[in-house]
């Protein structure tokens, strides 16, 4: 049976069996970050919490949060706390399928690890993963719903898998035009998308610096691309690196849902900002999705079942 049918009949939620730690340079300041990603209860989601601040530390993530989408996802409460670059930790929470984590953070944003979500999967997969007494929450799409701003565009179909169909088309030859169709399984993530890094061109890259963003990319965690050369000394991780990037963003962004999504969809160079926009669209109207298990606490007699 199809695992990802499994998540609508059977799925439990996840969470972490124990606190992982992550440090790294956060991509913005370019100075010294740590998270700490902690098991949570069922049905409270991922919460980033802010530990250098005194009050309003708690950022939920949902998309009705996000305030920025240049140069990664940034979410802020009502306070206007922010934090920047959470989509390749996103990311991983869907990809290992971890519904409820609190991210306690010594600054303003999660560390750009090596621009992949690699090392946090594989920390999270050493401390491992257990199942909670709640059905996931999943959304199945019922009829098709599109956004399309410019060139870019997404559209979600009705599907009984998770699928993501992305086409890029960059000018510089190195990345040229990309296609890449993932059904995304319960252990393909990590294989397929996990490790692949975010990327730039020179020129871009040398523009931000001069201008006090980005401080802290560089090829240590960015594919960075100069007039049909990859400039890292190490080459790419996957031929078509560039384009599993983009649906490594997009599973991070769409999972500000709150929701597993049971919908193929199909993405033409879209970025933060569309992916965004996206949803917005998706929970605009009610007859676009239908809501499996709102109701989730699993039952005495269901819980013998799933301990069994
Ligand atoms: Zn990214």
Redesign the pocket.
Known sequence: MPDTLNIARLGYQKTLKEEVVCEGVGLHSGSKTQIKILPAEVNSGITFIREDLIKDRKIIASYKNVCDTKL?TTIQNNAGHKVHTI??LM?AFMGLRIDNADVVLSGSEVPIMD??SKIFLDKINTVGIKEQFAKKKVIKILKEVSFSQNNSSIIAIPSDNFSIDYMIDFEDPAIGIQRQKVTLLADNFDKEIGSAR?FGMLDEVEYMHKNGLALGGSINNAIVVDNGKILNPGGLRYKDEFVR??I??LC?DIYLSGYHILGSIIAKRAG?EVNNKFLWELFSDKSNYEVIEENNIISQEEISFAVA
Do not use: C, F, P, R
Request: no cysteine.
């Open positions: 990664g989509e390749h990311s621009g992949s975010t990037h983009k490594l963003d991070g933060h």
